[in-house]
């Protein structure tokens, strides 16, 4: 499930605000990494529904985390929210680039992204082979189903 398609209304907003001063406080100490994806995850919570995101302040959180902690699956992370602000494009472009460096070829996230942003911009056919190759990695059932579910959706558009 995508974060647009959850049930923001199922969270319980006294254990949000509960968690948010200590994620306050966690940040107060100077940002690290545990911090930092605290700091998303509390923004992700805060967010009545997927438009009200603060994703401006989600991409500047994983500059940050890039910093702390660079790895490829933070890249890839920073790129999906970066699609939330400046388009699947400019998110396209940074996860070809991650690619290209081969780090991340066997991790399925990395094709259902890049399959989601070349949905988005109307390139079925790419997105239909980077399903197969997300679909060929996966190794969870539930997530193998949601990405046959977005497969099959594509091809009834096209």
């Known amino acids: 499930m995508t974060l647009e398609e959850q049930d923001r209304t199922r969270r319980d907003p006294r254990h949000i605000a509960e968690a948010l001063p200590l994620v306050e406080e966690a940040l107060r100490g100077g940002p690290g990494p545990f911090s930092v994806q605290a700091a998303i995850a ?64 066997d991790y399925h996230l990395l094709h259902a992204a890049r399959t989601d942003l070349l949905r988005r911009t109307g390139s079925a056919a790419e997105a239909e082979q980077s399903y197969q190759r997300a679909l060929a990695l996966v190794t969870n059932d539930s997530e193998r189903r949601f990405l046959e579910r977005r497969l099959d959706d594509l091809r009834r558009r096209n």
């Open 42 to 105: 509390a923004l992700h919570c805060q967010a009545a529904r997927p438009e009200d995101t603060d994703w401006r302040q989600i991409v500047r959180l994983y500059d940050v985390l890039e910093r702390l902690q660079p790895s490829p699956v933070v890249s890839l992370n920073r790129a999906v929210a970066v699609a939330m602000v400046d388009g699947p494009d400019a998110a396209l472009a940074l996860i070809e680039r991650l690619a290209a460096h081969g780090d991340l070829d």
